[in-house]
């Protein structure tokens, strides 16, 4: 019989198998014994923040960054309630997260205690798999199983919920083995004919496309490696989702910009006009598929991913492929190398054709958009960003609406785990937290969070969080005054009713970067933008940079509500423009 | 065309419906009931019957049938959904109409009335191999084992005689012959 220790050190003995290095979270009643134990295991650094839910977003970037799964811990009651935005976030996006929760004492439960709430049951449809720990001997096997339930298959968020006086009490700890006891998902489930298959379809098709997601990223490195392998063998062009933003570089000719509702003029045209869409580790979500009956009419549909449920989900596929996306890419690659050498070469003459087109669509130039010299437009603010930190390992997070889409649109990635948004759930003041956890996980790296006013109040008190472990994050705020997303959406679908998206009372966010002890600039005209975000870089400490931008900027091109992707709604350079939006209103 | 106010995209074409019997072994476990009700209720999938009961104690294995109403897609992504549950061991899907398996429900009737529709009553069950259970001067209770569009049925046959109380368990779903669902 081997030692017995407490459920608390349990708790640690089990992170320590799995090589976690940082937790992030806030302590409370019921997971003090939890706390208590932290002194004893040096190894394991823990991120105090200011609400559970910057915790959670923490872990989030942590985890998105860094390719290692986040962990996070609250207490009881609030603090299990409000890390449920978190896990539904990661649960949206498929980000491995493992909560720990503290929760009263097992005879308490169900008496409506002191900061008790039903943590099972209210996180149980956002997370993967949740557990309410009864018996302290079976916490280790728990534990371990949370890890995996959270880092196998489609990766996802889990919740350990731990009563008080399980932590405190003494069992027997079992050491973390791959258990093959475990039900394991299988996570690859096809076979050469598929793959066959599947370079049968390529070969037959003059208007391909590959379409890629956050599955790519997840797959981890290789995985993008491996789609740049496929699109320079084939010489497709590729698209991508947010998600998948940086599997690809951004720069690179085949690559056509982002897709869906405001999705490159190109991008969208190719996916309506294809004959070939090959899905790699993108789900076909709403904000892609626009009005599902006409999407992509014309095309042979393939789908390459790891999760069975997200196949035939919102469009119906002629080929499936249930696998991860590295395994999938690798054999694709192996045998389609071996069968055509040169394919890229002697298939050029038969899409020429489309790649003419593409050019014709790409001349549309849909990311333009009017410069000034007396305001700075958000659009230019970003390219500039850019300009300036492409030289770097830059790391870009973003909260959610207008900014974001610029963001999107406007800085290229290269590389992958660099784009850390929220996109499945799109939960305003994601970014600064999760800028946090990509900092702790990337402590020298150049780290900025381009925000909106809106969003980054929401979590603004994560500011205290860098600053105590001094964070060098630089908070980029595209200020407009306006929660710019909503305001668009007012003007061109609810005739300019600008109801509650306008913010009367901002606060002076230099003044407040200095209260929070970092450092606050504001950009107010073109002329000084470029000093002072270079300004910005040179700062080795967390910045809060106030960028004063366009009111009235509206983010372009945009596919209006019910149209399928060939009707875009472009900016205001684009010659129809007037004739365009006039219908355009009726439309949407 | 209708002048949306959305930025979601309008509804498209809804396929056919069809009725299916989904049978879902799962680990006897704390909240796996509400794991498995929370996946309908939470994507909005209708339940038409749901039954559940450990069938293998050595094991920890319970058996829930859980009948439903959807069109092919989503009567696929029910069986998908339900695979990824973590206490979830194996899924059956069975279409309603399938002659190769066997689908049965109990009911419980009571019928309060004279003697003479308490009669009336026994004779409408007698065909479904009805048992009486309790009776008394006033009233009998009979328990009918029947397939559900029968138990419908008897439902209405028994309300002009006097049928006080109906208590219905809910599909249960088994294949026909040798063969056993892996």
Aim: glycine letters at 8%; hydrophobic letters at 40%.
């Amino acid at each position: 019989m081997g030692k017995l220790i407490s459920g608390a050190e349990m708790v640690f003995k089990a992170l320590e198998d799995q090589n976690v290095e940082y937790v992030f979270g806030y302590p409370g009643g019921a997971i003090l014994p939890v706390y208590d134990e932290l002194k004893n295991h040096k190894k394991i650094k823990h991120i105090l923040a200011r609400h559970e839910q910057g915790a959670g977003h923490a872990a989030e970037g942590y985890a998105r960054s860094s390719g290692k799964p986040g962990v996070a811990f609250v207490t009881s009651g609030p603090g299990a309630t409000n890390i449920v935005t978190a896990l539904t976030d990661a649960y949206m996006d498929s980000i491995p997260i493992i909560c720990i929760s503290g929760q009263v004492p097992t005879h308490l439960i169900g008496t409506d205690a002191f900061q008790e709430c039903d943590t099972t049951g209210i996180t149980r449809p956002c997370t993967k798999h949740n557990w309410l720990v009864k018996d302290v001997n079976n916490l280790s096997k728990i534990l371990h199983r949370a890890f995996e339930v959270a880092t196998t298959g489609r990766p996802g968020p889990v919740l350990v919920d731990i009563p008080k006086d399980i932590q405190f009490k003494k069992g027997k700890y079992v050491n973390f083995k791959n258990n093959k006891k475990f039900k394991r998902v299988k996570q690859n489930q096809f076979f050469q004919k598929d793959i066959d298959a599947l370079i049968d379809l390529l070969k037959k098709s003059s208007k391909p496309i590959f379409y890629t997601g956050g599955g790519v990223v997840n797959s981890g490195p290789e995985a993008s490696k491996l789609v740049r392998e496929l699109v320079s063998i084939t010489g497709f062009p590729i698209t991508s989702t947010l998600q998948g933003l940086g599997c690809y570089p951004g720069e690179d000719n085949q690559f056509l910009g982002m897709l869906g509702m405001h999705g490159t003029y190109e991008a969208n045209n190719v996916m309506h006009d294809c004959d070939l869409l090959i899905n790699i580790g993108a789900r076909f979500d709403d904000r892609i598929t626009g009005k599902v009956d006409e999407f992509s009419p014309r095309s042979k549909k393939i789908h390459i991913d790891i999760d069975p449920s997200s196949i035939n989900k919102n469009v119906k596929v002629d080929l499936a492929v249930v696998g991860d996306v590295k395994e999938v890419l690798k054999l694709l690659i192996k045998t389609f190398k071996k069968k055509n050498p040169d394919f890229e070469k002697s298939n050029k003459q038969k899409i020429s054709k489309w790649w003419s087109q593409i050019q014709k669509w790409r001349t549309k130039n849909s990311l333009n958009f009017i410069n000034s010299t007396k305001v700075i437009k958000p659009q230019h603010a970003v390219q500039r960003l850019y300009e300036l930190t492409k030289h770097k390992d830059t790391f870009i997070t973003t909260e959610v609406g207008q900014h974001q889409m610029w963001a999107a649109q406007h800085y290229k990635f290269n590389k992958p785990n660099h784009f850390m948004t929220s996109g499945g759930l799109g939960t305003m003041g994601y970014g600064l937290p999760a800028a946090v956890g990509v900092q702790v996980a990337n402590p020298d790296k150049l780290v900025i969070d381009i925000a909106g006013e809106a969003s980054v109040l929401m979590t603004m008190q994560e500011m205290s969080t860098a600053v105590q472990y001094k964070l060098p994050i630089k908070i980029f705020i595209l200020n407009n005054q306006y929660m710019g997303m909503v305001r668009q959406w007012q003007e061109l679908l609810h005739e300019k009713n600008y109801a509650e998206s306008y913010t009367a009372a901002l606060p002076n966010f230099v003044k407040l970067a200095e209260a929070y002890g970092c450092v606050g600039i504001q950009a107010k005209t073109p002329d000084e933008l470029d000093e002072k975000i270079k300004e910005m870089i040179n700062i080795n400490q967390p910045v809060i940079f106030d960028c004063l931008v366009d009111k009235h900027e509206n983010c372009f091109p945009m596919i209006p509500s019910g149209k399928p992707h060939n009707q875009m709604l472009l900016g205001p350079k684009d010659e129809e423009k007037e004739e365009v939006s006039e219908e355009g209103k009726v439309l949407v | 065309m209708v002048k949306s106010k959305s930025a979601y995209s309008v509804a498209g074409k809804q396929g056919k419906l069809a009725t299916h019997t989904f049978v879902v072994w799962v680990d006897n476990e704390a909240g796996v009931l509400a794991r498995v009700v929370g996946l309908f209720s939470g994507r909005g999938y209708n339940i038409d019957s749901l039954t559940v009961a450990e069938v293998d104690k050595k094991n920890n294995l319970s058996r829930i049938t859980i009948v439903t109403t959807g069109t092919a897609q989503v009567i696929e992504q029910i069986r998908l959904q339900l695979k990824k549950l973590i206490p979830v061991h194996k899924v059956a899907d069975f279409l309603s109409s399938d002659k190769k398996i066997i689908y049965r429900e109990m009911a419980l009737f009571k019928v309060v009335s004279s003697l003479k529709k308490q009669e009336k009553a026994k004779k409408i069950c007698n065909k479904y191999n009805s048992v009486i259970i309790d009776k008394t001067n006033r009233s009998i209770v009979l328990q009918v084992t029947a397939l559900k569009n029968d138990i419908d049925k008897l439902v209405n046959n028994l309300g002009p005689l006097g049928l006080a109380s109906v208590s219905r368990t809910g599909a249960v779903a088994m294949t026909k012959g040798a063969e056993v669902f892996k």
